[in-house]
């Protein structure tokens, strides 16, 4: 049975909202705000301004107002080539030297310190690859890499490695001699499995494009002074649509006519087949509406997450570490022995569980509390779910077995802050004080409220968004309906439009630009 894929966009003033659905089911959820200047691979160019020899490590100066951490280990063996290419871009007087032509100089030590190759006020070359978290400034690393579709790109290396998803050992081989002969000298590469089945002409030209923009960063640099961002890397639409275009993606809808635009000319640079899958939404509802998106939303991002019959999750955040209690609630079969039942719930939890952790992006450590079971083979069997249930995670991820008390411990890479979004609400209707006027008088609030409207502002058209139930009764009657009623009383042509996001009892009217009223 084939799997569908679809991505929903939802484009604001303030951020993107990116969902990721698989057979209409919500599978990944990014936030993204549009006054964001930090993100993962992002290159700067910093100053060292701390070394801190009992960490081996220095904070360093990118612009942010926590300075970011950069650790020895990561500065990369040609971290010293690094410097001097730098030195000679920042200070050059001629033209930039290509870094084919260019010696490399002798490895760092593995074991050296800090302090031996860098001090307070040098420049450095940095890469972000976790995002400032809570106190946290971002983490850095020197050893930087520029990733394409099909391949990632690492300047003063000079392997050739290919990724371990491709099966094929023939491919591999094909892959690998053919990146060693087109690739220039002091460039390392990473073949990625989209690049399977793909011919020569395409993988040089994007190859070169890689190099393109690594060599003219730093003929920008003439003069430059830190902190300077360097390269920035997509935006996370674009990395998604990078990353994903692999998967037969159905379709690609987004709501904004500008990003539709530029979304279908990068897809045409990198997949120019796959350009009509790009798809702006016009309908009437809120994008996120329209696909049942925020139904989702409301349901899989509380404290409580139900998964089956009666079954739960209970998820609790903490600074160090992520806790899911599996619970299964008054769940159970007549004839089934509690041992089977707790298979049973553990099993179907599993795949709930590597659902939310994609959906809320959450990192670090995460520790599973599944219902105990007596048998061995039993707790095996949900170890083994749990690894099908990831293999699609494309986040790096490490799983323990179950200990005999019925704990997983999973690690999770960690490179942004963890997706929450709070499901409760200060009620709109009592504002928190748990009292409410007469339910009854709720139409005579509408059309009160649609007169004052009205009364202003002269609208031909106005939309009202309600809670569906109270949709379903203002449209009720083919002739005789309240919407007609108050159409043809008022002199606008008004819809009615059912939003489940909405309280019972609340409502919002808007013009026909499709702007709130809120005078």
């Known amino acids: 049975m084939r799997v569908s894929y679809e991505l929903v966009i939802d484009a604001t003033a303030s951020e993107i909202d990116i969902a990721l659905l698989r057979d209409k089911a919500l599978l990944e959820l990014s936030r993204e705000k549009s006054d964001i200047q930090f993100s993962v691979g992002d290159i700067y160019l910093g100053k060292i301004k701390k070394i801190m020899p009992g960490l081996n490590a220095a904070f360093v100066d990118i612009g942010f107002k926590k300075d970011a951490f950069l650790h020895y280990l990561d500065l990369g063996p040609q971290f010293n080539t690094m410097k001097e ?41 940095v890469q972000i690859v976790k995002e400032p978290i809570s106190t946290k400034g971002p983490r850095l690393t020197s050893e930087v890499s520029l990733a394409g579709r099909n391949m990632v790109l690492l300047p003063f290396h000079d392997k050739v490695s290919v990724s371990s998803k491709i099966e094929s050992a023939e491919e591999k081989n094909r892959l690998k001699q053919l990146l060693q002969s087109i690739k220039p000298q002091n460039y390392g590469v990473i073949i990625r499995t989209a690049a399977q089945g793909k011919r020569v002409a395409e993988l040089d030209a994007e190859l070169r494009g890689l190099i393109r923009k690594w ?4 003929q920008r640099m003439r003069g430059a002074s830190p902190p300077k961002l360097m390269i920035r890397e997509l935006d996370r639409v674009s990395v998604i649509l990078r990353d994903l275009l692999g998967v037969s993606f159905n379709a690609i809808w987004v709501n904004d006519p500008q990003l539709h635009q530029e979304m279908q000319e990068y897809i045409r640079t990198i997949a120019p087949e796959k350009e009509k899958i790009v798809r702006l939404y016009k309908g009437r509802l809120p994008i996120f509406e329209h696909f049942g998106i925020n139904k989702q939303i409301k349901s899989l991002f509380g404290r409580t997450v139900s998964f089956k019959n009666g079954a739960y999750l209970i998820i609790e955040h903490t600074e160090a570490l992520h806790v899911i209690d599996v619970n299964s ?64 995670d494309r986040t790096k991820h490490n799983i323990l077995p179950l200990s005999k008390f019925g704990l997983m411990q999973i690690t999770r890479q960690r490179v942004r802050p963890v997706l929450d979004i709070k499901t409760e609400e200060v009620c709109p209707v009592c504002q928190g004080t748990g009292k409410i006027g007469p339910s009854i008088q709720l139409t005579e609030n509408i059309e009160s409220r649609l007169k004052e409207i009205q009364e202003k502002h002269h609208f031909p058209a106005v939309t009202l968004r309600v809670h569906p139930f109270v949709e379903a009764y203002i449209n009720k009657g083919l002739l005789n309906s309240l919407r007609r009623q108050w159409s043809k009383k008022y002199k606008c042509k008004l819809t009615v439009q059912p939003l489940t996001s909405l309280a019972f009892l609340e409502y919002r009217f808007f013009d026909p630009y499709g702007d709130e009223i809120i005078d």
Request: charged share 30%.
């Open 215 to 218: 060599e003219t960063a730093f």
């Open 85 to 125: 290419y730098l030195s000679l871009a920042v200070n050059r007087k001629g033209r930039m030297p290509a870094v084919h032509r260019f010696k490399k100089l002798p490895d760092i030590k593995k074991d050296g310190k800090m302090a031996d190759v860098v001090k307070p006020g040098d420049p450095v070359v």
């Open 329 to 392: 609630g008054n769940r159970s079969k007549a004839g089934d022995t509690q041992e089977t039942n707790a298979l049973e719930v553990n099993l179907a939890a599993a795949e709930a569980v590597a659902r939310q952790l994609r959906l809320r992006d959450m990192g670090g450590i995460i520790v599973v509390d599944f219902i105990d079971m007596t048998a061995a083979e039993h707790r095996q069997m949900v170890y083994e779910k749990m690894k099908e249930a990831m293999a699609e």
